[in-house]
Every structure is written in structure tokens, then in C-alpha cells.
């Protein structure tokens, strides 16, 4: 099997591309010097002329606020982008895993979403990536579509990161409590996903570590594990506006991981525990 990952420069694209390394799995990794993802031809010209058997699509427009701002930017990158890919990956017959969000929900209510809810964006980049999903969805039929939240990793910026990084010179942060979803750390997903790739179990799931948290809940455990003083003070989101419209319910439901007998991710207070073991390795290692 041969597999393409589009960026490898990020979180998950990183611990993607490791994984599949570490099972003896044929990669290609991909970052944005081999295509440009606002370039369908160049997209196109590049994967057709790989022919990998599978396309692990992780490279995408993240930046949730300024997206608000430049909204064709990122529906070229999230939408058509993503098209493109799909389109290939039909005509050399490749499967497809496209990386989603829990954005594409409204974002209220306190029950978890569940894959086939009603999808209702409240802010560009959701809208962005929506569009992705439907043209993976008209376009294939080996895809895989996986909802993911709140993602943290070794490679490249992050929540855990930025607490670790505050609470260095503050004995006190507010953070938002009224905001409830589960963190992703990309190491579990990507062995996930890599499980994923390697089956015909196509379809729409949701992955996330397991278990349900504030991000005033996420940043206590943080300092928790990492034996950190500073105090978390919570806070509402009136009372830290932000560009974009954050969804107050980021819960999902994994069920669709359940019934095609995949298994799901460990809890997040485990991940974080893991995650900053290795966290301190790095920095060691780079020390």
C-alpha cells in the first residue's frame, strides 16, 4: 500500500506520516512546496503522477479568526482544495480520508453531535470545511470523513503549549468555561487513522480522546500533570470575544467508531499525561 499525506508540516500530517514509518507502511509525505493547495492543477498534476492507492488529507486552512476576514481564502483551501483531491482520488481509484471538525455544528445544546445531525456552521472556517466534506461526498465513494476538536501534538502550536508557555511568568490565567468539547492529541489519532486506511469500513466518524472537559478544565489538568501552580480563573467567552463565533457544544458522538468496530481513542487526561512525557523529551533532547 501506498499512502499520500498532505501536511506533514503540521500536528497531525506529522504523526500521520511517523505512524505509517513505523508500520513499514510506503508514504508520501506533502507540504505546501510540493503543491499549493490554491492550485487545482498543480494538485491534480502532483497526486495523479504518484498514483498513491490512498490520500490522508491533513493539510488545511486553520486559522479559525482571520478566516472571518479572507473566507475565499479559506474555501479555496478547505473547499476546492479538498474537491480536487477527491476528484483524483477517483479517477486513479484511491481511498480518501478527509479531516473534518466539530464546526460544521451549530454548536449548542449539551448533547453530543452525532455524524449525521443537523450541520449549521457559526463561523467561515466551518463553513470552509463543510464544503470540503460535500465534495468528498459527491465526488468518492472510498472516503472516510473524521470529525475531529481541539487538537494537540508535538509539531506545531497548541493549546497545552500556550498554557505551558503562560504559566511560566503568570500565577494566574483566566480561561474560558462555558465552551465544553474533548481534546484530540494527533499521536492517538494517527494510529487511529492509519487502522482506518488500511479497511473499506467507509463512512463519517468522529475521534476524539475520550471524555468531555471545559477548556478551564483542559488548562487545570495541564497544570495538574505538570505540577504547576498557577491558578485557572474561569471565565465566560462574553468575556474573551474572538473574531469568529466559538461553538459553545463541541461534544461527538462516537458511535459510528463503535459500530464499525474500531476502537476509540484513550481518555484526554490520559493523552495530556502521555503527551507531556514526551513534551519533555523534546525539549530535552533539544536542550
Known sequence: MKVLVTGITGQLGFDVLNELHNRNIEVIGTARKDFDLTNENNIIDFITAKKPNAVIHCAAYTAVDKAED????????????????????????????????????????????????EKNPPNAYGLSKLAGEEAVIKNLDKYFIVRISWVFGLNGKNFVKTMLRLSATKDKLTVVNDQIGSPTFTADLANLLVDMIQTDKYGIYHATNEGFCSWAEFAAEIF?????????IPIPSSAYPTRAIRPKNSRLSKKSLDKAGFKRLPSWKDAVGRYLIELSSVETLKG
Open 70 to 117: 479572507e473566507p475565499e481564502l479559506a474555501m479555496k483551501v478547505n473547499g476546492a482544495a479538498t474537491e480536487a483531491i477527491a476528484k483524483v482520488c477517483h479517477d486513479i481509484n484511491a481511498k480518501m480520508i478527509y479531516i473534518s471538525t466539530d464546526y460544521v455544528f451549530p454548536g449548542n445544546g449539551d448533547k453530543p453531535y452525532e455524524i449525521d445531525d
Open 224 to 232: 495538574r500533570q505538570a505540577d504547576i501552580n498557577t491558578e485557572v
